[in-house]
């Protein structure tokens, strides 16, 4: 009898843990079901509505196009200020990602090796540009006596450093066999052979992981065109998206039932312009989703 109240003991807690673990599972699914929902429903709601006519964008929120129509599209694509805009958002996300990844591996790759003279100082001052900046008035006096206002380059040079980024690359680096880049050395390499031919190789999850971080961040800046440029030439998609809420917020204000038109052919306009600024980053995040996911937890767990 007691060896049966053993056992019986003994399978009652099993049975607690896995309904406890039945229940987190569902808790958890019901969760991530209503987050899901919260994202995918405005996104949904954008897509459909921007495939809808003027006329029906007046009705409201829809989960399906009432009245498909490709004007708004039409209207966004025939724009050639938007071309142009679309051009420099590319051109700055393109060069910005290579100048940005070449330059903090050169920095990167440097400060892994424990010999360095002056590594802790360095990262000391590395660190404090991770919390600290120098304001918005000082930033634009030295954009201005650098000579960049008005430039393609104030895209990209002003964005060069991140010593976030740093960090990451550095844990890559760190990871690669002294060993290896030895007899790279004993073979006859330079040191610019190896890390060019083998430090960088070996890290392309860390390089890809940095080159996602600056290409979201430079295709969605808006506020540097804002501070830095005036001429409409250089203005990326998103400053056009701008222009199109600022016009449309003020078209709002003053309206009148003469006006209804008007505003929802501008509202079209708008959703249209965001869906075609948002897309490019979609298609390309999932292929580099894989080296995003290892570049991250490396650069998060390794020492």
């Known amino acids: 009898m007691s060896k049966v109240k053993q056992d019986a003991a003994s399978v009652a807690p ?5 309904h406890s673990s039945v229940t987190f599972t569902i808790v958890n699914c019901a969760l991530l079901v209503v987050f899901t929902l919260l994202i995918v429903v405005p996104v949904w709601n954008i897509v459909i509505s921007s495939f ?25 694509l025939k724009d050639k200020t938007m071309w142009n805009a679309l051009f420099i958002s590319v051109a700055k996300t393109a060069v910005g990602v290579v100048c940005h990844t070449l330059f903090c591996a050169l920095f990167a790759y440097p400060m892994s090796k424990a010999y360095l003279a002056g590594r802790k100082l360095y990262s000391a001052m590395g660190i404090v540009t991770m919390f600290f900046s120098g304001g918005m008035i ?6 201005k006596s650098l000579g960049l206002l008005n430039t393609f380059w104030v895209y990209i040079i002003p964005a060069l450093f991140s010593y976030y980024d740093i960090i990451i690359l550095m844990n890559f680096f760190r990871q690669i066999p002294d060993s290896l ?14 890390f060019r031919s083998v430090v960088l190789p070996l890290s392309m999850p860390g390089v890809a992981t940095i080159g996602l971080f600056h290409g979201v961040a430079q295709w969605n800046d808006f506020m540097t065109t804002k501070l830095y440029v005036n001429n409409e030439a250089l203005y990326p998609l998103q400053m056009r998206l701008y222009d199109i809420i600022v016009q449309s917020q003020a078209a709002t204000q003053n309206a009148n039932m003469g006006h209804l038109v008007l505003d929802t052919t501008s509202r079209g306009v708008r959703l249209s312009t965001i869906i075609i600024t948002v897309l490019p980053i979609l298609v390309l995040y999932p292929f580099v989703q894989r080296y995003f996911i290892s570049g991250s937890m490396a650069g998060a767990v390794k020492g």
């Open 138 to 143: 000082p930033t634009f006096l030295l954009i």
């Open 52 to 76: 809808s006519s003027s006329k029906a964008l007046g009705v409201g929120a829809a989960f399906w196009p009432k009245e498909f129509s490709l004007d708004n599209y039409t209207y966004v």
């Open 14 to 18: 099993s049975r607690r843990i896995r």
């Open 181 to 194: 880049m030895e007899s790279a050395r004993i073979d006859g390499a330079s040191e610019w052979r190896v």
